[in-house]
């Protein structure tokens, strides 16, 4: 088992629940092939330049240990996800 941050920036156009909906959706994901250690919610910030038109986006971390192929599969859904506007999975150091 290995440990992994993922950073998930959604659209901020979705509201509210749709949001919560979208990110539990992922935190599932996560859950059903490793453990979730922390779930850090940063909230509407501004972007660096515009995405699809959009200069705002929800930001979202989690921090969870799985095995090494599960990251591919995780960075798969994300990309066939509609609302999710960009994502990042790092490997932390031990």
């Known amino acids: 088992m290995a440990k992994y941050e993922t950073m998930l920036v959604t659209s901020a156009t979705l509201d509210e629940?749709?949001?919560t909906a979208l990110v539990g959706k992922?935190?599932?994901?996560?859950?059903?092939?490793g453990t979730i250690e922390a779930v850090d919610e940063w909230g509407k910030r501004r972007l660096a330049y515009p995405i699809n038109d959009e200069v705002e986006g929800i930001y979202t971390l989690i921090t969870f240990t799985c095995a090494h192929d599960f990251p591919a599969e995780l960075d798969r859904v994300y990309k066939i996800t509609d609302g999710v506007l960009r994502t990042m999975i790092i490997a932390k150091a031990e």
């Open 17 to 19: 629940e749709a949001t």
């Open 26 to 33: 992922f935190k599932s994901l996560i859950e059903a092939n």
